[in-house]
C-alpha cells in the first residue's frame, strides 16, 4: 500500500524507541518482526543504547529463595513480582546468582555456569572450570567495553591437603576456556562471607573482610586487582555492613548502621562522588528505622539485623523475620519516608537487579546475520509465551 512506512523507518525510528516488554509481545505480529526483535543484535543494541540516554530502561530485581529454580522478578515501582523459571535446572542443585549485565543474568548451579536474559529466557550454558573444588568465595560478571566482551569472575578456596588457599579463574564469552588469574595483591583481603561483586566503570567491587575497611576492584579490561579506599568511620561509631556493594546515579554506595540490641536503629548511606578518590566519599542519606514495626533478632544465629542493596531503581533492605521468612523492605531515594514491604519465603536470599533488554550474545560468524533462516531458528531455545 502507498501509505505504508517503509520497513527501515518502522525499525529504526519506531520500534527501537519502545520498551522490551511491548516489543515481546510484538514478536507475535509477523515472522520478520519475530527476528527483528529476537535474533537480530544491531536491533538489540540500538534498542539498549536509545533506552539508556533516554533513561527509561526498566529495572527489576531478581530474587531466589533458598537456592530455588523458582525466582522472582520485583518491579520496585509497584507490587508486581511474578514468578520465573530456570530454563536450564535439570537437577535439585543450588542456585547462585553471579552477576549481570545489559539484561544478561549469569547464573551458578553447583558447578554449572549459564549466562540467561530473563526477558526473551535465551540462555547459553558456559564451559565447566576444570579447577572446582572448594566454596566460592568471592564472585562477579560484567561487560567490558574496553576489551569488548562479557566476563565472569569466580575464585574458589581451596582446601587441598587441609591447606586453605584462594584460586580466581575467568571466563570471556566466546573464548572457550577458563584462565587463572593472580591474586597476590589480594593478601587475603576478601576473606569472609560470599558475595558478589558490584559493576562500576568496568571494575567488579567487593567491600574487604572483617578486620579491614577497604574496596578490592577487578578490572575487567586489564584483569588486575586494585585497592579502593573506604572513608573513616572510628569517630561515630557506627560500622559497615559487609554486604554487597551499591551503585546509585553512577556512583559507587556503600551503607554503615548502628544498632542496639541486635536491632538497626539506623542508617547511613554514602556515595564516592569522584570514582576511587577517598575524599569525594558523601553522605546521601539517613534512614531511621527506630520507629518501625519490626522486632530484633532475638536468636542466637549471628545474622546481621539487615542486608542492604542499593540499586537505581531504589533501596530494598532484608531482615530475617522467622519461620523461614525474609521482609524486603523498599525505599525510595526521593521520599525515602516511603517504605514499601514485601514479605518473601525462605531462609536464604540471593538477589541481583538487571535491566530488561534484548541483548544476546552471539557467535562470532552469526554477529552479522540479521535475517534467521527456519532451519537455524529451530535450533534456538523455544521462547515461552
Known sequence: MANELPHDIIENNILTRLPVKSLIRFTSVSQRWRSLILYCPKFAASQFEFSSKQKSIAHRVLVSCNGYD??????????????????????????????????????????????????????????????????????????SSASGTYKLLICREDDDEEIYTEVAHILSLGAPKWRLVNLDVLNEMLTGPVF???????????????????????????EE???????????????????KLGVLGGCLCVSSYTEYNYACVSVDFWVMKDYDVRESWTKLFNLDMSNLPLQPLLDNTFRLPWTWYTMECGTVGVKWSGEGRNVLMKIDHDEKEKHGLYLIEGWE???????????????????????????????RKKLKS
Open 70 to 143: 523458582d525466582l522472582q522478578s520485583l518491579d520496585l515501582g509497584s507490587s508486581s513480582s511474578p514468578t520465573l523459571r530456570l530454563p536450564f535446572k535439570q537437577q535439585q542443585v543450588h542456585c547462585n546468582l553471579i552477576g549481570s549485565s545489559n539484561g544478561l543474568v549469569f547464573v551458578a548451579l553447583g558447578n554449572k555456569y549459564y549466562v540467561w536474559n530473563p526477558s526473551t529466557r535465551f540462555f547459553k550454558t558456559l564451559p565447566d572450570i576444570d579447577y572446582c573444588s572448594g566454596r566460592r568465595v568471592f564472585f562477579g560478571a560484567g561487560y
Open 225 to 243: 586487582f586494585r585497592i579502593m579506599q573506604l572513608l573513616n568511620l572510628d569517630d561515630d561509631g557506627s560500622r559497615f555492613y559487609r554486604g
Open 196 to 222: 558478589m561483586g558490584t559493576l562500576l566503570n568496568g571494575a567488579l567491587h567487593w567491600l574487604c573482610g572483617y578486620s579491614k575497611y577497604d574496596l578490592v576492584a577487578f578490572d575487567l579490561a586489564k
Open 349 to 379: 536470599l540471593d538477589m541481583v537487579d538487571y535491566e530488561e533488554s534484548l541483548i544476546w550474545i552471539e557467535e562470532k560468524e552469526n554477529v552479522k546475520k540479521t535475517k534467521i533462516t527456519k532451519s537455524s531458528s529451530r535450533s
